[in-house]
């Protein structure tokens, strides 16, 4: 069992910079890759990005490469998303979420076992 709690949103000029922290309890957080997605008001949630277990792997979906960077830190049993050049298009409601080691897709809502209950990012046009 893994419980998430993520921090860190608020509101912010396009062009600034935001760290999304989320905080893990439960033994086996370390057994799992942790993935960030978002939701816009009126669409569907989106992968942003993954993390591994032992942070040696990262993946991003293509509009935040270059602006985004996922980190962990598991003595802390804490993932970040550090999102710099804030766009408009940004602004979301950011949930992290577990995957455990295995194949399931990354991408996909299903291959993640537990949710956070997200935290609301605002980058005004």
């Known amino acids: 069992q893994v419980q998430l709690v993520e921090s860190g949103g608020g509101l912010v000029q396009a062009g600034g910079s935001l760290r999304l922290s989320c905080a893990a309890s439960?033994?086996?957080?370390?057994?799992?890759?942790i993935g960030w997605f978002r939701q816009a008001p009126g669409k569907d949630r989106e992968f942003v990005a993954l993390i591994s277990w032992d942070g040696g792997s990262t993946l991003y979906t293509d509009s935040v490469k270059g602006r985004f960077t996922i980190s962990r830190d598991n003595s802390k049993a804490t993932v970040y998303l550090q999102m710099n050049s804030l766009k408009p298009e940004d602004t979301a409601v950011y949930f992290c979420a577990a995957r455990p080691v295995g194949t399931r897709p990354y991408d996909r809502q299903y291959a993640y076992d537990y949710w956070g209950q997200g935290t609301q990012v605002t980058v005004p046009s």
């Open positions: 439960g033994r086996t957080f370390s057994r799992y890759g």
